[in-house]
């Protein structure tokens, strides 16, 4: 098994030394994404973002090569970017399935946490308005909880309507 993954590594080098050579050579031309594609696979995802960021300025509406940037920015873990080239790819280029992919993946993953937040939120506010201590349940009934809140509610009301 270690042999097989020193041989596909030895060939990603070979490839890698190939683009390298052919991008030096042509640099205006779009050997950029395989380069690139080249060094994402190694995990050299800083020069992966490199060179797609140069070859964008030169092929900026190259959607193979930006659906590669946002595969890139989402492996970084800069998932706004990443779903922004995502969404920009799809715009353009719908039936582009790494694009679909990713942004799918970012879509559920915010829905995710979107939702995880709310509950944290509703469970801060039920907690807020639960009383700290058994003794201040007995000082304060719930009438007066609610008397004392729309008071304060009218107070805020008050205060924004003069400012």
Do not use: C
């Amino acid at each position: 098994m270690g042999n097989s993954s020193e041989n596909q590594k030895k060939k990603k080098l070979e490839l890698l030394d190939y683009y390298l050579k052919m991008h030096k050579k042509y640099p205006l031309s779009k050997y950029f994404v395989p380069l690139a594609e080249t060094y994402r696979s190694l995990d050299l995802l800083d020069e992966a973002l490199d060179i797609l960021q140069e070859g964008l300025k030169w092929h900026p509406n190259y959607f193979i090569g930006r659906a590669l940037l946002a595969h890139v920015y989402s492996q970084m873990g800069r998932t706004s970017e990443a779903a922004f080239e995502a969404e920009r790819v799809l715009q353009s280029d719908p039936k582009n399935l790494l694009a679909q992919n990713i942004f799918s993946r970012l879509s559920q993953a915010h829905t995710e946490a979107s939702s995880s937040q709310k509950s944290r939120i509703q469970d801060f506010q039920i907690h807020s308005l639960a009383p700290v201590h058994s003794s201040l349940a007995q000082k304060f009934s719930k009438p007066k909880k609610v008397i004392f809140l729309e008071h304060l509610l009218k107070k805020i009301q008050t205060r924004v309507r003069l400012s």
